[in-house]
């Protein structure tokens, strides 16, 4: 599975971005799909996920409410959707797949087994 992400961007703060992950190589409709992102000098962190064909969502604490994960299945695309966004929203975003994930691995990079390269998202104050 390749994984492509883009819609980042620089916003300022308050505004909005939806990034898009589109994979390739095989239908993801099996997959659990997640979004993580990395900011200069910090570890990459869980952002949100969704799994496969029942939908259940997760987020991350920071971005809860403010960010929204869907998927198309029929595109094989996962989508994100960042709204109120905050300075410290800033960092390269990533977008997973993975097959095996569970509630309690979810969050766990180490539990995903394709990436995309990421894109950029850059908040102003």
């Known amino acids: 599975v390749q994984l492509q992400a883009s819609g980042g961007g620089l916003v300022q703060a308050g505004g909005s971005l939806k990034l898009s992950c589109v994979a390739s190589?095989?239908?993801?409709?099996?997959?659990?799909l997640g979004w993580f992102r990395q900011a200069p000098g910090k570890e990459r962190e869980f952002v949100s996920a969704i799994f496969r064909r029942a939908g259940n969502t997760y987020y991350a604490t920071a971005v809860k409410d403010r960010f929204t994960v869907s998927r198309d299945n029929a595109k094989n695309t996962v989508y994100l959707q960042m709204t109120s966004l905050k300075p410290e929203d800033t960092a390269v975003y990533y977008c997973a797949a993975g097959r095996r994930l569970i509630v309690t691995t979810v969050r766990q990079d180490s539990a995903y087994d394709y990436w995309g390269r990421g894109t950029q998202v850059t908040v102003s104050s």
């Open positions: 190589g095989d239908s993801v409709s099996g997959y659990t």
